[in-house]
């Protein structure tokens, strides 16, 4: 989601006149679009800036002007506390408030020394006034929802991205439609809780992720369509058969668990037992036998017992994910589960952390181990570090690397994998 808003970010300023800077220190306007999901993610943010602020200072000594920004979720959370650790910031504005950049860099320029923060929930919705969204090249980020209204009592997000809300099919279609017109070819449908989708038709209607997909799948060019991220407790029948149904919906599919504990995902306040996790993916295995899972865990959260992570592993050894996300709980000032009884010491997490990731490694490697010899359309999205290589993904979002021209670039291109690594294939273009 942040490397969408940072595109959306970088379009505002196009329209303004500002061109892309190739180095920190050639740059008149800098922005941090930030993170706030983990500690470790939103004290990057001050240790970047002080390095930003060493820039700025030998700018000012040539006699140039910077100025800094903050987007994102650190904003919104940390509010006035940014111009207090920051004072040299000369802006700060939330993940819900960026469309207001030019008023925002206005106010800046008749203020230069003090700091201009928005924070607000606005009434209006960003997306009434972004400009355009662009093809990012063969792939591209579209956000259909945002926010949150799930409250798991880890997360931060309901606070900063605020509660759930829908883009109209309409408005999805358009930019989608769009999209596809200047050479996107598959589309990756962003939301935090993506499959709550219920945006309005054009008759006012609310309307599903379902049915979102089946109108986009009708869309003449466009090859590939993905969704991220879902909520267990909101996959329906419905979603289900579109993963049966719709061809171009890639067999791969995220959805986060976060432990196979009951009692940990209850007090974790997620709407799901581990039991009914299960239920959903046989069902979504039914449907599409190719279906491939990821998945996010958390592991230390309070009151897990030795028992309770025994169960997460022993859920990963039932669905024998092809890719996961795992990590330590890190406590959020202001969720419910910074304050609970039963914090886990960090000896503990990491040691737990590196069981699970050793397991879901090693069934991440035997998928791709499994890859070699097939043949795969591959999507090259960019150059790889070598030259004459370009990296590009498979149905399964497994990185491949191969030896094309760059006329291959942002097309579909069917691919002999020839070897596999726990993060990446290798293969040769087939034919
Ligand atoms: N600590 C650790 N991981 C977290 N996540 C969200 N909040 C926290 C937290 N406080 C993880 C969840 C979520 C992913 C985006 O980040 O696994 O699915
Ligand atoms: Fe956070 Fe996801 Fe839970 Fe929403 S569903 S509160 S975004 S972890």
Do not use: W
Request: aromatic share 8%; hydrophobic share 35%; glycine share 8%.
């Amino acid at each position: 989601m942040n490397v969408y808003d940072s595109n959306r970010i970088a379009a505002i300023l196009r329209q303004l006149g500002y061109m892309e800077a190739s180095t920190f220190r050639s740059a008149d306007l800098i922005i941090l679009n930030t993170c706030h999901i983990r500690e470790k993610a939103a004290e990057k943010v001050f240790s970047d800036l002080g390095r930003i602020e060493q820039i700025k200072k030998e700018r000012a000594a040539e006699g140039l002007d910077t100025v800094i920004g903050v987007c994102g979720c650190v904003v919104q959370a940390e509010d006035e506390q940014i111009a207090k650790r920051a004072p040299y910031v000369d802006f700060a504005t939330g993940p819900l408030t960026y469309h207001r950049l030019p008023e925002i860099l206005a106010k800046v320029a008749r203020n230069r020394g003090i700091t201009v923060i928005d924070t607000e929930f606005p009434a209006e919705s960003k997306f009434d006034f972004l400009p355009a969204g662009k093809s990012q090249g063969g792939c591209s980020f579209l956000a259909i929802q945002e926010g949150c209204n799930n409250f798991c009592t880890y997360c931060v997000v309901p606070y900063t991205r605020g509660i759930e809300t829908s883009r109209p099919v309409e408005d999805v279609l358009k930019e989608a439609r769009r999209l596809v017109d200047e050479g996107t070819l598959e589309i990756n449908l962003l939301g935090q809780n993506v499959n709550s989708y219920h945006g309005e038709d054009a008759s006012g209607k609310e309307r599903s992720l379902a049915y979102l997909l089946q109108r986009l799948h009708e869309i003449d060019g466009l090859r590939r369509i993905r969704y991220t991220t879902s909520y267990p407790a909101d996959v329906t029948d419905e979603l289900i058969a579109c993963h049966r149904d719709l061809p171009k919906l890639m067999p791969y599919l995220h959805l986060p668990v976060q432990s196979g504990s009951d009692s940990i995902l209850k007090a974790m306040n997620r709407r799901h037992t581990a039991g009914q996790y299960l239920e959903i993916i046989g069902k979504l295995k039914a449907a599409n036998p190719r279906l491939g899972f990821s998945s996010d865990f958390i592991v230390g959260f309070p009151g897990e017992t030795d028992a309770d992570f025994e169960a997460t592993l022993n859920l990963v050894r039932q669905v024998g994910f092809i890719q996961a996300f795992s990590f330590k709980y890190s406590r959020r000032a202001g969720t419910p589960a910074a304050l609970m009884p039963g914090q886990i010491e960090e000896k503990v997490k990491k040691e737990r952390l590196d069981i699970l990731q050793n397991l879901l490694f090693s069934y991440q490697l035997k998928f791709n181990k499994d890859s070699v010899g097939k043949i795969m359309p591959v999507l090259f999205e960019i150059k790889g570090r070598h030259k004459g290589q370009l990296i590009g993904r498979t149905p399964y979002m497994q990185n491949l690397h191969a030896e094309l021209d760059n006329n291959n670039l942002n097309r579909i291109v069917s691919v002999r994998v020839t070897d596999a690594t726990t993060n990446s294939l290798s293969g040769v273009m087939e034919g």
